[in-house]
């Protein structure tokens, strides 16, 4: 069954404290990427990465790092620098070569809320 | 700098109804148009996509038009149902893998 899982569902964690969100996919695509959404907003880009042991920043990279170690595996780390963490982060992948490249599918979510 | 505008407010419409949904952008020369859909608390799912030299696109009860001159696209849903309600997204790419995408409108389809 191919898609792409984030784990956990729903992530606490305490102020000052770096976490990492996990992003796994098995569709074979080169791309990936993670975005962070809050109520009432659009999608915004942390990073992304074409291929493995790459990786750009997005719109929105302060307080974040990520590794792309192997190509089925994005892993986001938010760090205690990020100043307002809590949000519902997405992370998605695609493959490369449009048009098709710029479609992406997504993973169901993590929702990370520091207490 | 570029901005992608879908209307904030919700749209209710009654089943059976034609659904309309707009997305408008400044300062941007997508090559590719996109529409998702996103249910509360999971992932968007891609519905359709649109190049720059193309007027529309259709697949099942879903229509996109795409005007380059207007700086707009309109997400059509013909005999709208209860389960078409969701928020649905508007991404653009410019070149490359990066896609931008607006606020979304939620919809809201009545019995």
């Known amino acids: 069954d191919g898609g792409i899982t984030q784990s956990p569902k729903y992530l606490f964690r305490k102020e000052g404290q770096n976490v990492t969100l996990s992003c796994e996919q098995n569709?074979?695509?080169?791309?990936m990427y993670w975005y962070r959404q809050d109520p009432g907003q659009g999608l915004r880009l942390i990073y992304y990465?074409?291929?493995?042991?790459?990786?750009q920043k997005g719109d929105i990279a302060e307080g974040y790092s990520v590794s792309r170690e192997k190509k089925e595996s994005f892993p986001l780390t938010v760090t205690s620098a990020q100043k307002n963490p809590t949000a519902f982060y997405l992370c998605?992948?695609?493959?490369?070569?449009?048009?098709?490249?710029?479609?992406?599918?997504f993973g169901p979510g993590t929702r990370l809320t520091v207490l | 700098s570029q901005k992608i505008e879908q209307n904030s407010e919700a749209l209710n419409i009654q089943e059976g109804k034609t659904a309309t949904l707009t997305c408008n952008y400044t300062?941007?020369?997508?090559?590719?148009l996109q529409w998702y859909r996103q249910d509360p608390g999971r992932g968007p799912v891609f519905l359709l996509l649109?190049?720059?030299?193309?007027k529309e696109k259709r697949k099942e009860r879903l229509k996109v038009t795409f005007d380059t001159t207007l700086k707009q696209s309109l997400f059509h849903i013909t005999a709208s149902q209860p389960a078409d309600s969701a928020t649905y997204l508007c991404g653009l790419t410019g070149g490359g893998n990066k896609l931008t995408f607006g606020t979304g409108t939620q919809l809201k389809v009545e019995l």
């Open positions: 990465s074409q291929i493995v042991n790459d990786f």
């Open positions: 300062n941007y020369s997508p090559a590719y």
């Open positions: 649109i190049r720059e030299n193309e």
């Open positions: 998605a992948s695609s493959m490369t070569g449009a048009p098709s490249a710029s479609t992406q599918y």
């Open positions: 569709l074979n695509h080169d791309a």
